[in-house]
């Protein structure tokens, strides 16, 4: 008796384990895949931005006349799953509100990851301006992988007229000039003087003796 109650025991346990098992086993009608999951199916290393193509300062002929200007924004980018979109994102350095554009790729040059837009122009009215601008780079792969690239900034300044400051290098560089040129003829005098002396001594001396 004992061992037969032990029996449908260790059958009803098998039981209640098996249907767990089944149960936890099969997912419900209503499951969706986590899009976080389905965004890490990727074997590459991740997008990479060349930001060299973007200088870090330009020095603008001098002058006192308002100038118009066009931000440029050029970035590298690759990405082994294939790139699809770029985005250029800017602000001047003075605010903290950035502006996106879509980029697109430069046909002026043979690389074919070479992106490039002009979002931006500005004038300036200043004779002498320093403007920095802040810029940075967004990119999304063919699997919808989003990267950014670290900030970048670009500094544009103008400079007032030099016309004082070469003015008084070359009135130094003559200067430096006349007083070279008094330092040869001073010896020469001196020589010319010490033959015309000489020659006459030693042509009396020579008469004496003859």
Same mark, same amino acid.
């Given at each position: 008796?004992?061992r037969k109650?032990?029996?449908?025991l ?12 089944s149960?936890?086993g ?5 499951y969706?895949?986590?899009s976080v999951l389905?965004?890490q199916l ?13 200088p ?7 002058g006192t ?5 066009i931000?440029?924004l050029r970035v590298?980018?690759?990405?082994p799953d ?6 250029g994102s800017?602000?001047?350095?003075s605010?903290?509100?950035? /502006?996106n554009?879509t980029?697109?790729?430069? @046909? *002026?040059?043979?690389?074919p990851?070479?992106y490039? =837009?002009?979002?931006?122009?500005y004038t300036?009215?200043?004779?002498s ?9 967004y990119?999304?792969?063919s699997?919808?992988?989003w ?6 900034q670009l ?6 007229s030099t016309?004082?400051?070469t003015t008084?290098?070359i009135?130094?560089? /003559?200067?430096?000039n006349?007083?070279t040129? @008094? *330092?040869?003829?001073v010896?020469?005098?001196i020589v =010319? ?10 042509y009396?001396i ?5």
């Amino acid at each position: 008796m004992k061992r037969k109650v032990y029996y449908n025991l260790v059958f009803l346990v098998t039981m209640v384990i098996l249907s767990l098992v089944s149960i936890t086993g099969e997912p419900s009608g209503t499951y969706q895949p986590s899009s976080v999951l389905m965004y890490q199916l990727t074997q590459s290393t991740g997008t990479e931005f060349d930001m060299t193509l973007m200088p870090g300062f330009a020095d603008l002929i001098p002058g006192t006349e308002p100038v118009n200007l066009i931000l440029e924004l050029r970035v590298g980018v690759s990405d082994p799953d294939g790139v699809s979109k770029v985005i250029g994102s800017y602000k001047n350095n003075s605010i903290s509100e950035w /502006t996106n554009v879509t980029m697109s790729l430069d @046909d *002026s040059t043979s690389n074919p990851d070479d992106y490039v =837009a002009w979002p931006h122009n500005y004038t300036m009215t200043e004779p002498s301006f320093v403007v920095i601008w802040d810029i940075k780079f967004y990119a999304n792969d063919s699997l919808n992988n989003w990267n950014v690239s670290s900030v970048h900034q670009l500094s544009i300044c103008r400079q007032t007229s030099t016309s004082i400051t070469t003015t008084s290098m070359i009135t130094s560089t /003559t200067t430096t000039n006349s007083t070279t040129t @008094d *330092s040869l003829i001073v010896p020469f005098v001196i020589v =010319a003087i010490s033959v015309l002396i000489i020659i006459p001594v030693l042509y009396i001396i020579s008469q004496r003796r003859i």
